[in-house]
């Protein structure tokens, strides 16, 4: 007899004015997420950054980590009227140069991971305002990396932005976002 394929729960998001259906992924046993990839969806991407522009204070240049928060990055500056942004990256590329690098360990991703920063990039932002940008801050963890790189380089970070907020993400206020996306319990249930 064929073990049955384990149907694919997903959970409703609203953001932006729009309605997503997203899947519902274990962490573990009694741990999961719903993932979020604006990746391909070009329509929720153009609202959530017109939403995000909206509520960005002043600054000079934004900043991502690779690699679900560069379209949104990307939009968000061509709404900008094409403003500056620097994209903090996972591995070293022959053009870098002067390299300044944080180790992070997210959420959705397994092992440890080393994000870099380009010597032209750090020293563009040295005495800038620099927005951190991302799709998701959940840990914070990958945040608190970016924000390393952005110190270390001498820039004033004056805005952290995010599509979502996950988990205890939500009580954070230096985070600026468009809504909440609690975690979940094994059958996508909120865990709150």
Do not use: W
């Not at 409703?12 to 259906?21: D, F, K, S």
């Not at 017109?50 to 500056?77: C, F, N, S, W």
């Not at 053009?95 to 180790?103: F, K």
């Amino acid at each position: 007899m064929a073990e049955q394929e384990k149907k694919q729960l997903y959970y409703p998001l609203h953001v932006a004015g729009l309605e997503r259906a997203l899947p519902v992924c274990p962490l573990n046993e009694n741990l999961s997420i719903a993932g979020f990839v604006i990746f391909g969806d070009v329509e929720l991407t153009v609202a959530c950054a017109k939403e995000l522009v909206r509520l960005a204070p002043e600054h000079d240049v934004m900043i991502t980590a690779e690699a679900k928060g560069i379209p949104l990055l990307y939009e968000m500056a061509r709404q900008e009227g094409g403003s500056r942004h620097i994209i903090a990256r996972k591995a070293p590329k022959l053009y870098m140069t002067d390299l300044h690098s944080v180790e992070v360990q997210s959420i959705t991703t397994a092992k440890k991971q080393t994000l870099y920063l380009d010597g032209k990039d750090a020293e563009y932002m040295k005495g800038k305002r620099v927005i951190i940008v991302d799709d998701v801050i959940s840990t914070g963890e990958s945040l608190a990396a970016v924000e390393k790189l952005v110190e270390d380089a001498g820039g004033n970070i004056v805005a952290r932005m995010a599509i979502l907020a996950e988990g205890d993400a939500k009580d954070r206020e230096d985070l600026i976002y468009l809504e909440y996306l609690p975690l979940l319990h094994p059958d996508g249930s909120p865990l709150e």
